[in-house]
T-cell receptor, first 116, second 112 residues
């Protein structure tokens, strides 16, 4: 399986600021995703990061709030903009394999964000 | 709404006993995946079962899938304290987008 790293692992931020989370994979993958997990909740998909084009956002998530980049097949960033305490969550990067028929999806260690 | 719902929401058992968690879903799927999450960390992939499979094993894990009932179960045999974690099921659909949709999760506590 792919080895996925995320930076930072955690951060405490002031409201109104922005934080960019990086996701690095040790091999090329076809698909990369960003998820949010609010305290005590399950995972919710924010968007699919598309290589070389705009991300595909799920209902309730917009590019102005969560801009995403994916410049190549191994790296993506998620920015949480103009943060409020409601953005306090774990943000997880997830990938699907190097071949389109690989259905197994793997997750990074997550970034725990606290907004004061 | 959640594609998957899991029950029980929380389960406590004695070390050495078997733990069974169930997942139900609403629409047709291509595959179903089970994950473990320790204390708010990242998710560890446990096992994937495809819609044309009925049962899979991996070590102490046994997963079943009943597509007619739209349900799956995860059995952990001979539980250990280290199995204490939250367990999530996630369904994947080939049709349309390829996103995984997660269940609500089961919090498993193994009592030493």
């Amino acid at each position: 399986s792919a080895v996925i790293s995320q930076k930072p692992s955690r951060d405490i931020c002031q409201r109104g600021t922005s934080l960019t989370i990086q996701c690095q994979v040790d091999s090329q993958v076809t698909m990369m995703f960003w998820y949010r997990q609010q305290p005590g909740q399950s995972l919710t998909l924010i968007a699919t990061a598309n290589q070389g084009s705009e991300a595909t956002y799920e209902s309730g998530f917009v590019i102005d709030k969560f801009p995403i980049s994916r410049p190549n097949l191994t790296f993506s960033t998620l920015t949480v903009s103009n943060m409020s305490p409601e953005d306090s969550s774990i943000y997880l990067c997830s990938v699907r394999g190097a071949h389109r028929e690989d259905d197994e999806q793997f997750f990074g260690p997550g970034t725990r964000l606290t907004v004061l | 709404s959640q594609q998957g719902e899991e029950d029980p929401q929380a389960l406590s058992i004695q070390e050495g006993e078997n733990a069974t968690m169930n997942c139900s879903y609403k629409t047709s799927i291509n595959n179903l995946q089970w994950y473990r999450q320790n204390s708010g960390r990242g998710l560890v992939h446990l096992i994937l079962i495809r819609s044309n499979e009925r049962e899979k094993h991996s070590g102490r894990l046994r997963v079943t899938l009943d597509t007619s009932k739209k349900s799956s179960s995860l059995l952990i045999t001979a539980s250990r304290a280290a199995d204490t974690a939250s367990y999530f099921c996630a369904t994947g659909r080939r049709i349309g987008n390829e996103k995984l949709t997660f269940g609500t999760g089961t919090r498993l506590t193994i009592i030493p």
